[in-house]
T-cell receptor, first 116, second 114 residues
Framework: AQKITQTQPGMFVQEKEAVTLDCTYDTSDPSYGLFWYKQPSSGEMIFLIYQGSYDQQNATEGRYSLNFQKARKSANLVISASQLGDSAMYFCAMREDNQAGTALIFGKGTTLSVSS | ETGVTQTPRHLVMGMTNKKSLKCEQHLGHNAMYWYKQSAKKPLELMFVYNFKEQTENNSVPSRFSPECPNSSHLFLHLHTLQPEDSALYLC?????????????FGPGTRLTVT
């Protein structure tokens, strides 16, 4: 079974609009972390935002916020006021704290295209 | 240099060649990773090193051989690769242990095996 599921292969949004990128996860570990990364066409993975499983509030970082619904096991990324530079692949990832290392499990990604 | 650097950025090699990918992190982290990113697939973890010790080998074929001489440097030695090994190889580092432990990635090496 997939640990991280991103059901939207591609999303399209106009500048200044908000967009939500979906992510659901599967784990039986009560302690875990959820991450979102952005990958522009240049290839580098850029860390955007983190949500811990015990965090009471949804994480926010500038224009990025994470809509964390623990019971539904979803961790959707919300980008407010989209910009042309937001066009990229977006990956949701999870780290289970019972693992020996800190390796991340990634979803397949969502391609976001922002138009003017 | 800042962050995580990788060299070379692009590499074309024949199936009989031997080459090495290099990764260096300037963040003071103690964990380093190799990932493979093929088209239309999620990132696949290959190797994990914590404090220079390999803690995870994700069933990677022996034609890929990692080396971690210190906490700042990570190499991936390649030999007798196959065309299906063509991919973007990403190096990352993080602090371990750590509650957040977000990983910082390098720009990747785009490998083409001919």
């Amino acid at each position: 079974a997939q640990k991280i599921t991103q059901t939207q292969p591609g999303m399209f949004v106009q500048e200044k609009e908000a967009v939500t990128l979906d992510c659901t996860y599967d784990t039986s570990d009560p302690s875990y972390g959820l991450f979102w990364y952005k990958q522009p066409s240049s290839g580098e993975m850029i860390f955007l935002i983190y949500q811990g499983s015990y965090d009471q509030q949804n994480a926010t970082e500038g224009r990025y916020s994470l809509n964390f619904q623990k019971a539904r096991k979803s961790a959707n990324l919300v980008i407010s006021a989209s910009q042309l530079g937001d066009s990229a692949m977006y990956f949701c990832a999870m780290r289970e704290d019972n693992q020996a290392g800190t390796a991340l499990i990634f979803g397949k990604g969502t391609t976001l295209s922002v138009s003017s | 240099e800042t962050g995580v650097t990788q060299t070379p950025r692009h590499l074309v090699m024949g199936m009989t060649n031997k080459k090495s990918l290099k990764c260096e992190q300037h963040l003071g982290h103690n964990a380093m990773y190799w990932y493979k990113q093929s088209a239309k697939k999620p990132l696949e973890l290959m190797f994990v090193y914590n404090f220079k010790e390999q803690t995870e080998n994700n069933s990677v074929p022996s034609r890929f051989s990692p080396e971690c001489p210190n906490s700042s440097h990570l190499f991936l030695h390649l030999h007798t690769l196959q065309p299906e090994d063509s991919a973007l190889y990403l190096c990352a580092s993080s602090q371990y242990p750590g509650n957040r432990a977000e990983q910082y990635f390098g720009p990747g090496t785009r490998l083409t095996v001919t």
